[in-house]
């Protein structure tokens, strides 16, 4: 079959076959840049953040008339409370381990500094790189579930303690093996010093952890997800931290006990039921709640989108079929088989929707560069055009399927009728 | 023709339209479909975007502004242009005492464990808000019972406190608890005021709490917590050796950890004020205190939020998205009316030929693709209520306000009837240009 026939038809029918085209390419470059957001969101929510995330749990507590963390004896006394806390939580039947921590990773409240190579460099100064602390003591990696690389754990012989506001030296830290790579990228991070937030104090690198992301989720922290940096020191204030691993499946029974646990050692404190203690599984769905609901409603509406242009197509080729009954009456009596008109249909509507892929590539570039400008958005992959177009197409000959078997269907009788 | 005649053809055409839609119900649903499911998205979308947008103090946030003063050292961590998001604790204080505008306050939150008398009750932590005394006139904040401290309560570190309606309601059973004691973090506070139901969206005077759907119970006097070291939270931002205050800490003096609002009736006043900040923070310089040339802004409450880019990305994306979708359902609309009005050549031929202008033609076919966008646009408002009711099952903390006001009704019914005569107005033309002798000739 020659083309001649369907262009010369195409042109007959200038408004439909343009609107039809530039409906395709509409729908080509706003399904291409969802899909993209979409597969963006699930990437970010499915990164691991290198903890072991079953049967772990966070317990925030404050206590209700403690001394204050400005003078040693307070910071002393609150140290002691921390550390009766944790040989309660330490001692339940369910638990396998606890560690304090100032924060988890996607909590969102983060403590965040600069390391440097040098000695009392200027915060920010050229060679430091950003880190989120987590200070902790030794039973942090078994309780996290991190995975030591390379050097050793922290013992209970690194552990310190310090008032919250208090500077303190850090002699030994563990950072994350993303960081190591980043300070000494010859390797052998592991018994180097750097200096932290600016100190003339070193602190030696004695272990390197595969990964832990830090607590922050917002774009602030993009630049540095994976530079954490573990410090062995308990923080004393009013309020504290507790992670708790519970031995395997007990994670729901030990975190019903920690209430009643910790009332029995001070009932002076504040422990709400819904927010003190709290499932790592809880903390990563508020952490990610947003994205997967804009991924889904991006889902849902790529959906309707395509069912629409598709209905579209269906629709106007359906009039088409309808204006040319007669003309396709005379063909069939001029000996055109029935695949040949089903043919026609199809190669017509390939046409049209070549036409408007070929445009729709053009405008999903440009949005995406539009919204590259607007929002933080990388260069579109070009998998995802292209597949984009295959879609586009495959969708075009499926809609355009029905009314083409219904014009095929067209008897030679016709021809002989009037309309 | 006279306004009785015009009625008349009103309603034929009307009819006209209808038998013909009536003809190809498919279609017709198709169309009404299309425009229903355009609308209702890109409704559901607006409507969150104007809430999330809106004026959080109508009438009153020309007047509010937002000082900011830059005394970062001058290797600040972060060098840039715009000064600190906050005030230390001695620059607030300076400018609260200078009091040129004419009213300011000096404020930041936290939260304060407290211990209920009613022993059914267990102690539960409360968010409150200190502040200095002009907080509750100049943002307008409506009183139930009572009213708020006075300046020289609060520069004498009063035990009083304003609580919200809810906390009323809860601790109080709704009465008037003005003179009553609540205990809070093991001090006792006189009620001198309880608020009215208030929570201006966004939470514009601090955003560090969450921009939406966030109310203080309690509102203590900010010198009061400053001498009792009560909780604070939010966001505090430190330079060279400052350090961050956890819990009852206080940040150090390197640290801006404070909000403060002036208002200030007159743009001159307004002019006046920022010259007296460049001032201030030239004198601060002479003083060895602040290190950087003055860098100072005084923006309005909607400069801030704009600013401060309120309005999530998101729900920007999640319009955009939904007027391409619109965009879309619209030409779908135009190219399936286009090739139904063609279809129709001959019918319209008929007309010409018995008389009707152009003009009737044109005006029949519009009214036509009008009634498929008022049905088109109710179908629309039902998917936008319907959208809006998704909306507030998410957990997003602006989840609840998702709600349809009036004027974005009425934008609802203008937006699918304006689309839908847009639409039209191609095909209908194009049909119009069809002579009358071929069509009659051809067939």
């Known amino acids: ?153 922290f013992n209970a012989g690194d552990v310190q303690h310090q008032g919250a506001r208090d500077q303190r030296d850090r002699p030994v830290v563990i950072v994350t093996k993303a960081l190591a790579d980043k300070l000494f990228p010859q390797g052998n991070a592991v018994g180097k010093v750097i200096y932290s937030d600016g100190s003339t104090a070193p602190s030696t690198i004695i272990g390197v952890v595969e990964r832990l992301q830090i607590p922050s989720t917002g774009s602030w922290g993009n630049a540095f997800t994976w530079y954490s940096t573990l410090v062995p020191t308990r923080l004393d204030s009013s309020y504290a931290r507790y992670v708790v691993r519970a031995k395997p499946g007990r994670r729901d029974a030990a975190m019903r006990a920690v209430p009643a646990a910790l009332y029995a050692v001070n009932p002076m404190r504040v422990l709400d039921d819904d927010e003190s203690v709290k499932s790592f599984a809880d903390i990563r769905a508020s952490a990610y709640r947003a994205d997967v609901g804009m991924a889904i409603l991006m889902g849902v509406v790529c959906l309707i989108l395509l069912c629409v242009t598709a209905a579209g197509i269906v629709g106007l080729t359906s009039f088409w079929v309808g204006q040319r009954h007669r003309q396709i009456g005379v063909r069939r009596a001029l000996g055109a088989r029935k695949v040949d008109i089903l043919h026609y249909f199809q190669i017509e509507n390939l046409l049209i929707a070549g036409a408007g892929v070929v445009l729709g590539v053009l405008l999903a570039v440009g949005l995406n560069t539009w919204l590259m400008t607007h929002y933080e958005m990388t260069r579109i992959p070009l998998p995802y055009v292209m597949t984009g177009v295959l879609a586009m197409l495959v969708l075009g000959q499926l809609a355009v399927f029905v009314p083409a078997r219904r014009a095929s269907n067209v008897p030679p009788v016709t021809a002989t009728r009037a309309v | 023709m006279n306004a009785t005649e015009q009625l008349k053809m009103f309603a034929y055409y009307l009819d006209l339209a209808l038998r013909s839609l009536r003809r190809n119900r498919a279609l017709t649903m198709l169309m009404v479909l299309a425009i229903a499911l355009g609308i209702g998205a890109s409704m559901t979308t607006l409507t969150v975007l104007h809430v999330l947008s809106g004026d959080p103090l109508p009438g009153k946030s020309a007047q509010l502004y937002y000082p900011q003063v830059d005394p970062q050292d001058i290797k600040g961590m972060y060098p840039s242009k715009e000064p600190p998001d906050q005030l230390t604790l001695i620059d607030g204080l300076n400018l609260l005492h200078a009091a040129r505008a004419d009213h300011q306050a000096l404020m930041t939150g936290g939260s304060v464990p407290l211990q209920p008398e009613q022993s059914s009750l267990d102690p539960f932590y409360v968010e409150a808000r200190y502040t200095t005394a002009d907080f509750f006139s100049m943002f307008d904040a409506p009183f139930l019972y009572g009213h708020g401290w006075t300046e020289a309560d609060g520069e004498a570190k009063a035990r009083e406190v304003v609580i919200a309606k809810s906390l009323n309601d809860k601790l109080f059973a709704g009465a008037n608890s003005v003179g009553r004691t609540l205990r809070m973090a093991g001090t006792s506070f006189r009620v001198v005021g309880v608020l009215d139901s208030w929570q201006p969206n966004p939470h514009f005077y601090d955003l560090n709490t969450g921009s939406y759907a966030y109310g203080e119970q309690v509102f203590l006097p900010l010198q009061t917590m400053l001498e009792l070291r009560l909780d604070r939270g939010g ?35 307004a002019a006046a004020y920022k010259e007296f900040l460049a001032h201030y923070s030239q004198d601060q310089k002479a003083l060895g205190r602040f290190q950087r040339a003055p860098n100072v802004r005084l923006r309005s409450v909607m400069q801030w939020l704009d600013y401060q880019m309120v309005v999530p990305d998101d729900v920007r994306l999640q319009n955009g998205l939904a007027f391409g979708f619109l965009l879309v359902c619209l030409v779908n609309t135009v190219g399936l009316m286009l090739a139904k009005f063609m279809r129709r050549a001959a019918e319209l031929g008929v007309r010409r030929a018995l008389g009707a202008s152009r003009r009737a033609l044109f005006a029949q076919l519009l009214i036509e693709s009008g009634v498929v966008g008022l049905v088109g646009g109710i179908g629309g408002l039902l998917l936008a209520m319907f959208g809006l009711w998704l909306v507030r099952q998410r957990p997003s903390d602006y989840a609840a306000l998702a709600h349809l006001d009036l004027s974005m009704l009425f934008t609802t019914f203008v937006l699918a009837v304006c689309a839908t005569l847009l639409a039209g107005l191609l095909p209908a033309w194009r049909a119009c240009q069809i002579a009358p002798a071929l069509q009659l000739k051809s067939n």
């Open chain 1, 1 to 153: 079959m020659t083309m001649h026939p369907i262009l010369a038809a195409l042109r007959k029918h200038k408004a439909g076959v343009v609107l039809i085209s530039l409906q395709i390419a509409l729908t080509l470059a706003i399904v291409c840049n969802a899909v993209f957001i979409i597969g963006q969101r699930v990437e970010r929510v499915n990164r691991p953040t290198g903890l072991d995330e079953n049967d772990l749990f966070l317990v925030t507590q404050q206590w209700v008339g403690a001394p204050s963390g400005d003078d040693p004896a307070g910071v002393e006394k609150l140290d002691v409370m921390q550390r009766e806390d944790l040989a309660a939580l330490r001692n339940l039947p369910d638990v396998a381990s606890v560690a304090p921590s100032n924060s988890v990773p996607l909590l969102n409240s983060s403590w965040t500094g600069s390391l440097s190579l040098k000695p009392g460099a200027q915060l920010g100064s050229k060679g430091g790189t950003r880190t989120a602390y987590y200070f902790t003591d030794e039973q942090a990696l078994t309780t996290l579930g991190l995975h030591l690389v390379t050097g050793r754990a």
């Open chain 2, 235 to 269: 966001s505090t931002d430190c330079w060279g050796n400052g350090g961050g205050g956890v819990g009852s800490i206080l940040p150090s003096d390197d640290c801006v950890w404070l909000q403060f609002w002036v208002q200030l009736d007159s743009p001159a006043k």
